[in-house]
């Protein structure tokens, strides 16, 4: 079974009354944990983005700009600086969902 099967079966048992403090506590377990580690990848990411910022002087924000309009080339550290600056952002987004739910 599929994970998102598996979800979409825990919410219809939701929708069907109540169920037991075991499945609620883990429930918040499992996004306590999720914020958790998203907010440690963030902060290992943060500082790998600060080295490339200062050996280029340049926010990765407006590093990012550049990159995405052609002006910083194609050289192995700018491309992984960009998937840096990616991968910052997507967990970002998944901290935002997290913290609209109040588990962080």
Not at 48 to 77: A, W
Request: overall charge negative; glycine content about 4%.
């Amino acid at each position: 079974m599929l994970i998102q099967e598996q979800l979409q079966t825990l919410a219809q048992l939701y929708q069907h009354g109540p169920v037991s403090d075991v499945t609620s506590r883990t429930l918040t377990k499992l996004l306590q944990y999720e914020a958790a580690l998203c907010q440690q990848q963030l902060q290992q990411l943060y500082q790998d983005l600060v080295m490339f910022e200062q050996q280029y002087h340049l926010t990765s924000t407006e590093f990012y700009q550049r990159y995405q309009i052609g002006q910083m080339g194609d050289e192995m550290d700018f491309i992984e600086w960009a998937s840096l600056v990616q991968m910052v952002n997507n967990l970002q987004r998944r901290g935002q969902i997290l913290a609209q739910l109040k588990v962080l």
